[in-house]
């Protein structure tokens, strides 16, 4: 039995994480908002995006664990160079104006629960995200954050403490309560926005890279077929899990403000630590904590991964050593990018600017960036000089192009309903 769940627990890493990390604090707040707002009627947007996130995000893995090199490599040898720093540009701004969303978070959710000054709880929390990755090498830092996935159970438990209408919520489910307004269908954009992003694409790529480098005598898929099989089985296995585990706790979280907060009469709700403290006077003390907890644990995974990611892009573009797997002094611009995306995400804390609008134009770049940087993942998919023989099926190939497609209306949506 034990043997079994090793081997188990050995199947699952780069998409369980990044599935996990995709429920950072900022998504918790859209997720609440979209609950609160308009109640079981956001539900079944869960069931959209699962497998159009699902699709995107093994092309993702493929392109890193066959090429052996992250998305900003392969732009770099494949792509002009103007395209290559556009979009790595615009993913440093939106990590870090995410990171700053994310700590902020975490500082609110701690000074909720301990009392005390949030300012300086975002400091502690941005030294131990750095800290974390500086000194803790691949092998060590993996597992921990395999582990700091189970905060997310805490919006699990939370729906367990508040009654459901489960009738009604199988309607809602099935059959949508759509709603033709400009109001519903911005946080749809959102919800939309917020799972499919930019910076998941980067991070799983290059951590499927991370593992193939760390592995003894595993190269990329292109120079070794013969241990594709196995390879190919194990990313889709991974990542259908993290996806769906990703999209799972949306659903509770959504389930959870459309039942307690919806249900009170309180319909705007703008960032995770605000959803936390007005669940205390409704749902009691027990579900408040637990989602306060899953703000900080999952901000502590979210932040390494969005810092991480921009890392991976800026160092592959300026062909500088990169990985977890490396020592501080050995990949100075790697680490170095690391603590810098954090340190400004901290300082974005200290000044006047509005959380909030933080919050919409980070959605904002991810929205924009991601259609061009999928379109450019989905031509690298089926090039044959980046794949080898791995370019991705038919089937892939439909379901990465219908989430791009997807994306790009989601975008063009936004960009309508900003000007009318």
Excluded: C
């Amino acid at each position: 039995m034990i043997a079994r769940t090793r081997r188990f627990l050995d199947r699952l890493g780069p998409g369980l994480i990044t599935g996990a990390a995709d429920d950072d604090p900022s998504g918790i707040a859209t997720y609440s908002q979209s609950g609160a707002q308009f109640g079981l009627g956001m539900l079944w947007s869960v069931f959209l995006t699962t497998p159009l996130m699902v699709g995107i995000q093994i092309v993702s893995a493929r392109i890193g664990r066959v090429s052996g090199h992250g998305i900003a490599r392969n732009l770099r040898d494949h792509y002009p160079r103007p395209l290559l720093w556009f979009v790595v540009a615009l993913l440093l701004v939106a990590n870090t104006i995410n990171i700053a969303a994310d700590i902020g978070a975490m500082g609110e959710a701690l000074r909720l629960v301990i009392d005390g000054p949030a300012h300086w709880y975002t400091v502690g929390f941005g030294i131990l995200a750095v800290l974390m990755q500086l000194f803790l090498p691949y092998q060590r830092l993996a597992p921990v954050l395999k582990w700091l996935t189970l905060s997310l159970f805490a919006y699990v438990a939370v729906v367990f403490t508040v009654n459901i209408p489960w009738r009604e919520l199988f309607i809602a489910t099935i059959v949508p309560p759509l709603e033709y307004t400009r109001e519903y269908f911005m946080v749809l954009v959102g919800v939309l926005g917020t799972t499919i992003s930019p910076y998941l694409f980067f991070w799983q790529a290059s951590q499927e890279v991370e593992e193939q480098r760390m592995t003894r005598g595993e190269t990329p898929l292109r120079d070794s077929p013969q241990n594709a099989r196995d390879h190919l089985r194990r990313i889709r296995f991974d990542t259908w899990l993290g996806m769906l585990f990703s999209n799972a706790i949306a659903f509770f979280i959504m389930l959870t403000a459309a039942v307690t907060l919806h249900t009170a009469g309180i319909t705007n709700i703008q960032s995770s630590s605000q959803a936390a403290e007005a669940l205390r006077p409704i749902a009691g003390n027990f579900a408040f904590l637990l989602f306060a907890a899953g703000i900080i644990g999952t901000g502590l995974l979210a932040v390494p991964v969005l810092a991480g990611s921009a890392a991976y892009a800026v160092a592959e573009a300026n062909e500088w050593p990169i990985g977890h797997g490396l020592q501080p002094t050995e990949a100075k611009g790697f680490y170095s990018i690391i603590t810098l995306a954090t340190a400004l995400g901290v300082v974005l804390g200290f000044t006047p600017i509005d959380p909030i609008k933080a919050l919409f134009w980070s959605a904002v770049l991810n929205g924009v960036i991601a259609v061009p940087i999928m379109v450019v993942m989905m031509r690298m998919a089926v090039r044959s000089d980046i794949m080898g023989p791995f370019v991705i099926t038919r089937r892939l190939w439909r379901l990465g192009w219908l989430a791009t497609g997807a994306m790009a209306l989601a975008v063009l949506t936004m960009f309508v309903s900003l000007v009318i």
